[in-house]
């Protein structure tokens, strides 16, 4: 007999249906499963076996085929499982066929037929109602992400005795309460840090509020313990808050991945990664086999935090290159080829030289001129091209340490960076740019131009400080974003100068 249950495979963020059939027919015992499975889906002849048993239901015998379809679209992962022994079961006429017509399943067995927890019920669930499925059984730790998608009726389940009464209308299962994803969103949690954690440092705290306002690229050169890293993590809480298409995107990439917690539906922060220096080039931009997102997806509309960065292997930082420029990540395998959205800030940490106290005025560097030199340029110039803000993060003095007045909180911050936002978003409403730093030359030679005062700032800039003619751009873009903070439509010199003052470590540390 056979028996056919709709079920859902991730490919890249989103879902899609698959059809798993079974056949249970004559002969031989075997179990066999087709449709391009990976390993954990052919393992799971060996859970589904054992399930069925341990809940107490009749397997047979007999010669059993699994036929997963699409069949030309490698599967992974162990989400199989339950439809697969639901499958079995409706072939063999202990759970009713017609209830799974209009029904999508996904879980892992566990041997003793317990369900565990999948990755992606969030794009799951958006792929059922696309496909006007009714409803969605899925393991309960997955039902309240899968329940900020209306239109779906999401029903836990916690074992496949439970998901067998359910579906035979033995017992009733109430559906999920749907999360209304705009109350969801709106409930901002408290940040545990705060820029006023931070003593001294003005102007690098000026500088990242620049950063924030235009989604620029930002580099901290600066003694070990002058404050880089923890500078760094307190950006996400002074960048806009997260709209709503922004917070269903993030979500689904933490689904797919396993790392959405399961008390958290809905992701209403900025996301914050800190890979170590170890990482690899697949890990940083994703791959595998069947390709997975890496840190530069899960960074995904937040920050992405290298601390350390000549430590990075050369051939790593260079991979950023392209998700740097197009916002997005495409990783292509034999099997497949998809496409993560990356769009994400860049905010690297360096010390100035090996031992790190080449700019400490108060601490003797020990290191030569050639030690300097080949320590920094482990940085290429295409990566640095891309990076618009280079600020210097000095030692900080005792007099600052022991102060009372710390500066401005984060909330204070983020309303004027929320501000600015919202200027950008009008100028470039018909774009697909989305901040000052995603200008190209047109949008350049349209909003950036400048008055002759500041011209001359930029002339002097280019001829007589060293600076690269690659620069040029930079500042334009930063002046722009300089002067959307002030509420000010034209550039003035006040502004370029602020910002010919981000590329001044051009000249002291890359130039020569």
Known sequence: MLATVLSSALLGIDAYIVKVEVDVAGGLPSFSTVGLPDS?????????????????????????????????????????????????????????????????????????????????????????????????????????????????????????????????????????????????????????????????????????????????????????????????????????????????????????????????????????????????????????????????????????????????????????????????????????????????MLVAAMNPCPCGFFTDPSRDCKCTPNQIQNYVSRISGPLLDRIDIQVEVPAVKYAELAAETTGEPSAQVQERVEATRQIQHQRFANTTIHANAGMQSKQIREYCKVDDQAQDLLRVAINQLGLSARAYDRILKVARTIADLDQNPNIEAVHVSEAIQYRSLDRSFWKN
């Open 40 to 344: 954990a889906i052919k393992e799971s002849r060996d859970r589904v076996t054992a399930a069925i048993k341990n809940s107490g239901f009749y397997f047979p015998q007999t010669r059993i085929t699994a036929n997963l379809a699409p069949a030309d679209i490698r599967k992974a992962g162990s989400a199989f499982d339950l439809p697969i022994a639901i499958g079995v079961m409706a072939a063999t006429n202990q759970v009713d066929p017609a209830r799974l017509e209009n029904a999508m399943i996904l879980g892992e067995l566990a041997l003793d037929g317990n369900i565990r927890g999948i990755q992606g019920g969030l794009p799951i669930a958006i792929a059922a109602k696309e496909n006007g499925i009714a409803d969605l059984i899925l393991p309960a730790e997955n039902a309240k992400e899968a329940a900020i998608v209306d239109g779906v009726n999401i029903y836990p389940i916690q074992s496949l005795s439970e998901a067998a009464a359910f579906l035979n209308s033995e017992k009733e299962i109430a559906p999920e309460p749907h999360t209304h994803d705009t109350d969801t969103h709106t409930a901002h949690p408290e940040m545990h840090i705060d820029l006023l954690d931070v003593k001294g440092q003005e102007h690098v705290k000026r500088a990242i509020e620049v950063a924030a306002a235009g989604g620029h690229n930002l580099i901290m050169i600066g003694p070990p313990g002058s404050g880089k890293t923890m500078i760094a993590k307190r950006i996400p809480s002074i960048l806009p808050r997260l709209s709503m298409d922004e917070s269903l995107e993030t979500t689904k990439i933490q689904s797919i991945i396993g790392v959405l917690p399961s008390d958290t539906p809905l992701v209403v922060t900025r996301p914050y990664r800190s890979p170590h220096h170890t990482i690899s080039d697949a890990g940083l931009i994703g791959g595998g086999n069947v390709p997975r997102p890496g840190e530069v997806s899960l960074a995904h509309n937040g920050v992405l935090f290298l601390d350390e960065l000549p430590e990075f292997r050369r051939n790593v930082l260079e991979v950023m290159r392209q998700p740097l420029e197009d916002r997005q990540v495409t990783i292509s395998r034999a099997a497949a080829s998809l496409t993560y959205p990356a769009n994400f």
